[in-house]
């Protein structure tokens, strides 16, 4: 594999751990913490062996799970790993996700000693009655603590919110929602998905698809009025804080996945995938890789690109495809414009910015069979 000195990477590190399991959750986490160090030296081993040595970083984002429930001494061994076998670049932009009952004086300053300067931290729900329904380990009052111990050492925080949730009202998720907007200069607004298999779905809970847009029209207007930018459907900034790393994402730009159940993108044609067993990936830590199609590529595309506010970009689609975005879908388009649902001005192609919480109907106009 070829690195392409041209292009800055991400790096998203997955760390598998939680104090407990929360209700909804299907993401690959445990509460078996005796297996961190067995865990953490299998990624250094990841990273040490990684293709990608020598490239360009300027984003790394450790997420989970909850990285702050790490034992001490884990992330900065995590970090110098990173920084041994990466340009990193002295503006990179370094994300640790936390959840507020594992945030303390000790993890913060752990943090600050390895650069990080962007904190993502969960809270769901401002309710306690929320949290608990729910299975938070944390309560409302724990937040507020965490958030304040954080704010004097960090400009940079974001939290999350999700909509749909048992016992949540309309006036929760305004409260939520404010709550979060004092104190932080991102916030991520997700809806909720009943996954199978997780006690939430055993309960027969299931939200109504009406009653969460509604809930996402009032945190929208909500962060709207407090100077919030929607620069992608579920994440507000203030202007300069949108998150460096997720807009890679979202921009197809290349990042590499280090531990279990991450993934990465090489920027071109190829993705990379870790299986979700734990075991298997400290047995061997290695991810599998497969090669995009034009199709897959022309759908991913699409599809990240009008989750964001900006959209398509005529002129960047071109470069990519060799093609016009707007000859090829020229009749498609002139439907979706005669209905509002999409807007195409100045070399971009967006969705309505009242539709983009319903976007998906629109956006499987847009795709190859
Ligand atoms: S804190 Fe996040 S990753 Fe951990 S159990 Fe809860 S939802 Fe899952």
Redesign the pocket.
């Known amino acids: 594999m070829t690195i392409d000195t041209e292009k800055s990477y991400g790096v998203y590190i997955h760390i598998p751990f939680?104090k407990?399991?929360?209700k909804?959750?299907a993401?690959v986490?445990t509460p078996d913490f005796s297996l961190q160090k067995t865990y953490v030296d299998t990624l250094i081993k990841e990273i040490n062996d990684s293709e990608f040595k020598g490239c360009v970083v300027d984003t790394i984002y450790i997420g989970?799970?909850?990285p702050s429930c790490l034992f001490r001494g884990g992330l900065a061994d995590i970090q110098t790993a990173v920084k041994n076998n990466f340009c990193v670049t002295d503006n990179a932009e370094i994300t640790v996700e936390c959840?507020p009952e594992s945030v303390s004086t000790d993890f913060i300053c752990e943090c600050k000693d390895v650069g990080v300067n962007r904190i993502s931290m969960?809270l769901q729900s401002s309710c306690d009655k929320v949290l608990r329904a729910i299975g938070?380990v944390h309560t409302y009052a724990d937040y507020l603590n965490a958030v304040e111990l954080l704010a004097h050492s960090f400009d940079n925080i974001s939290s999350d919110i999700i909509l749909g949730l048992p016992e949540q009202t309309s006036d929760v998720v305004i409260d939520s929602v404010t709550t979060v907007a004092r104190h932080c200069s991102h916030v991520s607004v997700y809806a909720l998905t009943v996954e199978q298999g997780t006690p939430l779905y055993k309960s027969g809970y299931m939200p109504s698809d009406d009653g969460i847009a509604d809930m996402y029209d009032l945190a929208y207007g909500k962060l709207h009025d407090l100077d919030f930018c929607r620069y992608e459907v579920s994440n507000f900034a203030l202007r300069g804080r949108e998150s460096r790393h997720n807009k890679k994402y979202w921009e197809c730009k290349p990042y590499i996945g280090f531990g279990v159940a991450a993934h990465g993108y090489d920027g071109a044609r190829t993705r990379f995938m870790h299986g979700d067993n734990l075991a298997e990936y400290i047995a061997s830590p290695r991810a599998e890789s497969c090669n995009l199609t034009d199709k897959d590529l022309y759908n991913e595309y699409v599809m990240l690109r009008l989750r964001t506010e900006k959209g398509i970009i005529v002129d960047d689609f071109y470069k990519r495809f060799g093609y016009d975005f707007c000859k090829r879908n020229a009749e498609i388009l002139h439907s979706l414009k005669s209905e509002n649902l999409i807007v195409c001005e100045n070399g971009f192609v967006k969705i309505s910015p009242d539709k983009m919480f319903v976007m998906n109907s629109i956006i499987e106009q847009l795709m190859l069979d």
Do not use: D, E, P
């Open positions: 939680c407990a399991k929360c909804y959750c993401f986490s989970g799970g909850t959840n969960g938070r």
